[in-house]
């Protein structure tokens, strides 16, 4: 077992190593108002890793899902302003998020085309076409129930922390008492042999992208409703991120194996470095820099382990 989840055990320590350089170092980090701010700014991206996780467990990737989540938070954001209560508002982000990856999944399950050119096009198409719909304009005027769902502060931020916690925990369990979660792993370690013991990976690969683009909505109202406003930017760079933590907590790179608890410990690994970098007084760029290192050493560390399969066999 302790082999079996060895890089879940590697990221842990890290993040333990970490934490006690910063208990040391800045202990100002471990204020009460930081720690919570840094739950409620990572919230939303446990929700995306989540979504990442279950599509990197199918052998794909998706790299417009920053693009997704700018499009469903201006939908939250124009809905309700037109009048819609906030819970309304938010549906309609998340299907509008879930009707994209949907047809992401379209394409790469039904045409065959490599997810990575599938996303790579939607993401530029999807981030130009929102751009010049807006015009590079925020959604303002917004009614006041919209800023923390109405609930204030302490009630929203709850709010986003229930919700979050609330995912994670349904997709643990799934992960280890659903049949559709065996399925996936089946056929992301081999497609080939999935096919043959009568799975379909081509529904397999439609529903983790629907799966995908819910997720993002509901990552995009959760994080919409923390302001008074709407970024028609929002999600730059949401990809990077969401692959690294994905990535850094264990998961393969090209399918098959991946843990729900290993993305729980990515996703706090890299929330912690970046205030680290800041509290060190390292330029926060670094942290860009960091997450690409991750996700290259992955690859390399999946292809080195790959390696070693063929040599044995």
Not at 12 to 41: G, H, S
Not at 90 to 114: E, F, H, R, T, Y
Not at 143 to 151: M, T, Y
Request: aromatic share 6%.
């Amino acid at each position: 077992m302790r082999q079996r989840y060895s890089r879940e055990i590697s990221t842990a320590a890290a993040l333990l190593i970490l934490l006690v350089i910063l208990a040391f170092a800045a202990p100002a980090f471990f204020r009460l108002t930081n720690l919570r701010e840094l739950l409620i700014n990572n919230a939303a991206m446990l929700v995306v890793a989540i979504g990442m996780t279950l599509v990197i467990l199918a052998g794909h990737i998706d790299i417009s899902i920053g693009s997704q989540f700018a499009i469903a938070s201006v939908i939250t954001g124009v809905l309700a302003k037109e009048g819609l209560p906030v819970p309304m508002a938010a549906l309609g982000g998340v299907l509008s998020a879930g009707m994209l990856g949907g047809i992401n999944g379209a394409l790469v399950a039904g045409l065959g085309i490599p997810s990575i050119v599938v996303t790579l096009a939607s993401m530029i198409g999807l981030r130009n076409c929102l751009r010049w719909v807006t015009e590079g304009r925020w959604v303002q005027e917004l009614p006041l129930s919209f800023q923390w769902a109405g609930l204030g502060q302490r009630g929203g931020e709850a709010l986003i922390l229930f919700t979050a916690a609330l995912v994670f925990a349904a997709f643990t369990w799934a992960s280890v008492n659903l049949q559709v979660m065996r399925l996936l792993y089946a056929t992301g370690a081999s497609p080939e042999a999935a096919r043959l013991a009568g799975i379909r990976p081509p529904r397999i690969f439609f529903s983790v992208f629907v799966a995908m683009g819910l997720l993002t909505g509901l990552a995009a109202a959760l994080n919409a409703i923390r302001f008074s406003e709407v970024q028609g930017n929002a999600g730059v760079g949401l990809e990077m991120q969401a692959i690294a933590a994905v990535v850094v907590g264990g998961a393969s790179i090209t399918g098959g194996r991946a843990t729900m608890a290993g993305t729980l410990l990515g996703v706090l690994l890299l929330a912690v470095i970046g205030p680290a970098l800041t509290f060190a007084g390292i330029s926060a760029f670094w942290e860009k820099a960091i997450q690409g290192s991750i996700i290259l050493a992955a690859v390399l560390m999946d292809a080195r382990g790959k390696r070693r399969m063929h040599g044995a066999a």
